[in-house]
C-alpha cells in the first residue's frame, strides 16, 4: 500500500461549519470522478498499528485538472479528536492520503441521472457534475437535489440550473420537502439515481425509491460492493 505524504496548499471556508482543504498532488496520484481516499493526521502510522481515530474516509472534491486534492468537510463546535486537529492545521501542515477508489463514477448509459445528497455530501457530486459540464457525452440530464438543514448550501457556483447544459439543481431544508421531490424524480423509472450522505439517509431514501418501483441496479452508493448488497438488500 503506498501512503502520499503531501501538503495542504489552501484552507477554503465554504461555510462557518464546512472547510475544503486543497492539497498539492503528489507526482504519479491520479484519481477520478466520484474517488473517495483515506484521509490521515500525523501520527497515524507512528506505532505498531495504525491509530484509526487520526484516519478518515473522505471523497475527493475536485478533479484532477483543478491541480489540487480537495477534502471539503463538516468541523462543528463539539467535534471529535481528528476534526479538533483538522480544524488547528494551517496552510503547509502535511497529511496522507491512501487507499483511493471510486465506486461512483458518472455512468454514461443515455440515462437521466439524479444526484441525491445530504449536507456535505454534495461534495462527492462537484466532480461528476464538472465531469459532465465538460463531457456530456451519454448522459441525457443531470438533476441534483440536496438537503440542508443549516440553510448554508453548499457549492452554489456550480450547483445551480443550467438549462442549455440539461442541468437542474434544487437546495431544500427539510425532510417532508425532500422526500416529497425524491417521489417526483422517482417517476423517471429508468433513471439513475445516486444517494450520497449518513448510513441512515442511504436507507431512508433506498426506501422511498424502491416503494417508487426503482430498481438496486439503478441505485448508486458509495460503497464497496460488499455494504453495496447489504444496503440494497435492505
Not at 437535489?145 to 448554508?152: A, P
Request: hydrophobic share 35%.
Amino acid at each position: 500500500m503506498q501512503i502520499y505524504w503531501t501538503k495542504i496548499n489552501k484552507i477554503i471556508e465554504e461555510t462557518p461549519e464546512v472547510k475544503t482543504y486543497l492539497l498539492d498532488c503528489p507526482k504519479d496520484f491520479t484519481w477520478e470522478e466520484g474517488s473517495h481516499t483515506h484521509f490521515a493526521l500525523e501520527g497515524f502510522n507512528a506505532g505498531d498499528k495504525p491509530n484509526r481515530g487520526l484516519i478518515r474516509h473522505m471523497s475527493i472534491s475536485t478533479l484532477p485538472h483543478e491541480k489540487s486534492i480537495g477534502i471539503t468537510t463538516r468541523i462543528r463546535e463539539q467535534c471529535s479528536e481528528f476534526k479538533t486537529i483538522l480544524r488547528n492545521l494551517k496552510v503547509g501542515n502535511e497529511v496522507a492520503i491512501f487507499k483511493t477508489h471510486s465506486n461512483v463514477p458518472l455512468k454514461r448509459e443515455d440515462k437521466n441521472v439524479y444526484l441525491l445528497s445530504s449536507g456535505v455530501g454534495l461534495a462527492t457530486f462537484r466532480p461528476l457534475v464538472l465531469d459532465y459540464f465538460e463531457r456530456a457525452d451519454s448522459v441525457n440530464q443531470i438533476h441534483s437535489l440536496n438537503i440542508d438543514s443549516s440553510r448554508d448550501f453548499l457549492f452554489t457556483d456550480i450547483f445551480q440550473s443550467v438549462p442549455e447544459k440539461k442541468f437542474t439543481s434544487q437546495f431544500v431544508d427539510n425532510r417532508k420537502d425532500y422526500y416529497e421531490e425524491v417521489k417526483n424524480l422517482a417517476k423517471d423509472k429508468d433513471g439513475l439515481f445516486y444517494v450520497v450522505g449518513s448510513d441512515e439517509f442511504l436507507v431512508q431514501n433506498i426506501e422511498v425509491l424502491r416503494e417508487q418501483g426503482i430498481k438496486p441496479e439503478q441505485i448508486m452508493l458509495d460503497k464497496r460492493e460488499q455494504q453495496l448488497h447489504e444496503f440494497l438488500s435492505f
